[in-house]
């Protein structure tokens, strides 16, 4: 943290939150910043911009009562980068939240990748900044200010990782400060549009009693969900949202009962309250 501290940042980086958040918020935007890195956790927390981020996302140690370290807490290589996108984006953002798996219909997402401007400046980034542009987000490859060295931008933007490229130059009036201003611009637009179509879309699967399918749809992933559960835990959260179906076919009452008996998380707390109820009600 000490070395963290005495961090070169870029230009213009320490006022840039404090000003984007109040443009978004003019324009009707939530912004939120993020931090997804290979780099150790515990040295970006020592740099003066650190309380500026919603979560950082980096490689940890865990520490002894006399702050040394002894395990590698967390690690974080190019391709787990992008687990965290999928956090940020259902608002699952605990690391141990296993949510992070589950459906969320689209008006749901809490951020949609569509909203979510990824910058970065290595190759440990190349991974989401391609998912981020293959789900309509907008991805930046910034490059230093002082040598204006844009070859790996070349290269990004020419594999089709990146949509933009500008120096990392965080002051007002920049070329990034001024192209994040658009993309927030541009959201706002987008999203009154997305609200009306979400809106429409509920009324037509209203009009055409598509409700029992949804429902159908919604058994066959909680089945699929029991069947693979791999922690007591798990298998609990799964059992409590399965009571909540009254309507269960004769074919899915024994394929319930079939994954109780293989499903050794199951079968072993089968006499928990909540479990022995749900089984005894399809019973």
Not at 26 to 43: F, Q, T
Not at 118 to 139: A, E, F, Q, R
Not at 186 to 214: C, D, F, P, W
Not at 218 to 224: G, H, Q, R
């Amino acid at each position: 943290m000490d070395y963290g501290a005495q961090v070169q940042l870029f230009p213009g980086i320490e006022t840039w939150f404090k000003r984007i958040r109040e443009y978004g918020k003019d324009k009707g935007v939530v912004v939120e910043h993020y931090i997804i890195s290979s780099g150790l956790k515990e040295m970006i927390e020592g740099t003066k911009v650190a309380n500026e981020f919603e979560k950082i996302y980096a490689s940890s140690f865990y520490y002894d009562n006399d702050g040394v370290a002894q395990w590698p807490a967390q690690v974080i290589n190019y391709t787990s980068k992008t687990q965290f996108l999928f956090r940020i984006e259902k608002g699952t953002l605990d690391v141990n939240d296993s949510g992070v798996n589950d459906y969320f219909a689209p008006e749901k997402i809490r951020i949609p990748f569509r909203n979510i401007i990824y910058i970065g400046d290595s190759d440990t980034d190349i991974p989401c900044m391609k998912l981020v542009n293959s789900y309509s987000g907008h991805s930046i490859g910034v490059y230093n200010p002082e040598t204006k060295d844009k070859r790996k931008v070349y290269k990004m933007i020419e594999d089709k990782r990146i949509k933009y490229y500008a120096p990392a130059n965080y002051t007002e009036g920049s070329e990034l400060d001024i192209l994040v201003k658009n993309i927030i611009d541009t959201t706002a637009s987008n999203e009154k549009l997305m609200s009306i179509h979400y809106r429409n879309k509920q009324e037509q699967v209203k009009h055409n009693g598509n409700l029992a399918n949804q429902e159908h749809k919604e058994k066959e992933k909680l089945i699929l969900d029991l069947e693979n559960s791999n922690s007591f835990k798990q298998t609990h959260s799964i059992i409590s949202k399965l009571k909540k179906i009254k309507n269960w076919s004769p074919e899915e009452k024994n394929q319930l009962k079939m994954i109780a008996e293989k499903n050794k998380q199951i079968s072993y707390i089968m006499k928990d309250s909540d479990v022995a109820e749900f089984f005894a009600s399809i019973s």
